[in-house]
């Protein structure tokens, strides 16, 4: 079985720093990962998936094998993206769990 | 592409009864979708899995008895909330794959308030 892990319930900066959410996993096979997003009153939604290595809103995340990690990062955090961020492995085998989830809140 | 959408988006009802919550795919076919359940300000909790034409899969602690669920065709899933009681109230969230895809699109959520 596939699973996440998000250390980090809350993760609060200031409008400019950087963030990190930080998203560990333990896989039987090769990792596939994704990050979800959900703003305040909006659905949940779709934000990376690391096969692409895109980079969506400013916000990166690699897929670290040696770490296990497949880290959210931003150099510099904005107040709009203040929200709830999931970790989640793919749709595989009828099994969608997600990370616990961060809500990230950036200060002015 | 790929919308999901739930009816209804919110719903008071009062103790003791039963309240039926749909999870449409529009414009893809689900032989999946997953129901999850969220409290305020907290993680998303897979309570099932929805599977078209068989069973659904309970995840540990959700009594199935309570929570029925009924993937009546490829589009349509079900989740009805018998003899509801206050602490069932809660923001209830379905979503689907894409045939062949690996990342899920999501209903906007179904907020259920038990009276």
């Known amino acids: 079985a596939q699973r996440v892990t998000q250390p980090e319930k809350l993760l609060s900066v200031f409008k400019g720093a950087p963030v990190e959410l930080k998203c560990n996993y333990s896989y039987s096979g090769s990792p596939e990962l994704f990050w979800y997003v959900q703003y305040s009153r909006q659905r949940l939604q779709l934000l990376l998936r690391h096969i692409s290595r895109e980079s969506i809103k400013g916000f990166t995340a690699d897929l670290n094998k040696g770490e296990t990690s497949f880290h959210l990062k931003k150099p510099f955090a904005q107040e709009e993206d203040s929200a709830m961020y999931y970790c989640a492995p793919p749709y595989n085998n009828n099994d969608m769990r997600f990370g616990a989830g961060t809500r990230l809140t950036v200060k002015p | 592409g790929a919308v999901v959408s739930q009816h209804p988006s919110w719903v008071i009802c009062k103790s003791g009864t039963s309240v039926k919550i749909e999870c449409r795919s529009l414009d893809f076919q689900a032989t999946t979708m997953f129901w999850y359940r969220q409290f305020p300000k907290q993680s998303l909790m897979l309570m099932a899995t929805?599977?078209?034409?068989?069973?659904?899969?309970?995840e540990q602690g959700v009594e199935k008895d309570k929570f029925l669920i009924n993937h009546a065709s490829l589009t349509l899933s079900t989740l009805t909330v018998t003899s509801a009681h206050p602490e069932d109230s809660s923001f209830y969230i379905c979503?689907?794959?894409?045939?062949?895809?690996?990342?899920?699109?999501f209903g906007p959520g179904t907020r259920l308030t038990v009276t």
């Open positions: 979503s689907a794959p894409l045939a062949g895809g690996r990342e899920q699109y």
């Open positions: 929805s599977n078209e034409g068989s069973k659904a899969t309970y």
